[in-house]
């Protein structure tokens, strides 16, 4: 009779070997040229077949069950950060300033253990699995909106993909139902007044003092115009102005980045700081230049994919370490693309490092991710699609 841990535990060593290859080589978006190699090789090599895109790194690998059943898609990201890793471990990254930070070497290397898995055990697969390992999310950019255009999602009933966490325990997972990430936005204001000598500050009209009132009056926003139970983030990251000390700058500019879950708060967002800061600028006779820039959506969880998520989870992890929590990280995510074309759901999975070592969050040059959790990773993902 087939062990489906066992299975795992045999092929364990397996997927650790493609992690730390791929953590050694980490690249950035769109240019995932060593790791679509490696991904291709793999899928070849167990069966299944594989769908290249000419103007994109992207690999979908494609497996057909020898029972019925529906058409499903599981996602992995696949593009590393422009970051120097400082995390200590044998198999640092040996490409300069560059590293997976975010645990996509984890997502691409826990979908490949289910590839191979379920290619091996296909009399045991109802209907077909699409395994999708898309280049290009840190970036903005998307590589998701790109395959979704592209037609990767055509005939999908339902779509999965998970996100590793290291500050979360090796063993837990949480799931939001209904939004779970952020619409993820961006904007720039461009200040225009008058330059000149700062001993005569009559004489001109001072792109900075404006700046700054703009600053604190966009702090207002969520406070005020946002209501308490919906979300918000209004962030100013950079504020650019003057040359010397000595010269009252003509031009400010502020870049922005703003989060909301729901349509209605972001259109919010954008229209009330486009008002508070033209105001702000008239009332002191100069002009706001407003560039606003739509990002990632936001990902909604459907409930009848989080249901086959905890369907598949809590067996494998116990009830208390399966987490329905109503709170939504305000992090940006293109798994919105593929959510908007079925049900699907996002989750996170823990791949916290022992408790008696320090876990660095996402991003972090110091970011370590526990390897034990792709055993999980691999039972619940193929879990979801043999339970289908």
């Keep these: 009779m087939w ?3 066992e299975s795992i535990e045999q092929l364990f060593p397996q997927v650790v070997s493609w992690r730390r290859q791929l953590h050694m080589h980490p690249e950035i978006a769109n240019q995932e040229v060593r790791t679509s190699q490696l991904i291709t090789s793999v899928l070849e090599n167990a069966g299944i077949q594989v769908t290249r895109y000419p103007e994109s790194t992207a690999i979908v690998g494609t497996l057909v069950g020898d029972r019925p059943g529906r058409t499903i898609a599981l996602r992995a990201d696949m593009d590393a950060l422009p970051i120097q890793e400082e995390s200590g471990v044998e198999f640092c990254s040996q490409v300069a300033g560059k590293m997976h930070a975010c645990g996509h070497d984890m997502h691409v290397s826990n979908l490949l253990g289910v590839a191979c898995l379920l290619a091996t055990n296909k009399d045991r697969v109802p209907g077909t ?23 990767v999602m055509d005939g999908i009933e339902k779509v999965f993909a998970l996100h590793m966490q290291p500050e979360l325990p090796t063993g837990q997972l949480i799931v939001t139902p209904g939004y779970c990430t952020s ?14 000598h700062g001993a005569h500050p009559e004489a001109t009209i001072d792109a900075i003092v404006i700046g700054a009132q703009i600053v604190n ?15 918000g983030v209004v962030t100013i990251g950079t504020f650019h102005a003057g040359t010397v000390r000595n010269i009252i700058s003509e031009r400010a500019e502020l870049q922005l980045s703003l989060r909301s879950l729901t349509k209605e708060t972001q ?26 820039a739509y990002g990632y959506p936001s990902v909604f969880n459907h409930e009848d994919a989080l249901q086959e998520l905890l369907a598949a989870a809590t067996p494998i992890l116990g009830q208390d370490n399966v987490i329905v929590s109503p709170l939504a990280s305000m992090v940006g995510e293109d798994f919105a693309y593929y959510a908007e074309k079925a049900p699907g759901v996002l989750f996170w999975l823990g791949a916290r490092v022992p408790a008696d070592e320090p876990a660095y969050p996402l991003h972090s040059p110091k970011a370590r991710f526990n390897e034990a959790c792709l055993k999980l990773g691999i039972e619940i993902m193929a879990g979801i699609v043999l339970n289908g």
């Design 217 to 231: 009056a966009l702090q207002t926003i969520v406070s005020r115009n946002v209501a308490a139970q919906q979300a």
């Design 183 to 196: 619409n993820s936005d961006s904007a720039v204001l461009t200040i225009h007044g008058k330059g000149g």
């Design 267 to 292: 259109q919010l967002l954008k229209e009330r700081i486009e008002q508070l800061a033209q105001g702000i600028a008239a009332a002191h006779g100069a002009s706001c230049k407003f560039d606003y």
């Design 129 to 151: 699995v699409k395994f999708i390992f898309q280049p290009a999310e840190e970036s903005g950019g998307s590589g998701g909106q790109y395959l979704v255009t592209a037609g």
């Design 3 to 5: 062990n489906l841990k």
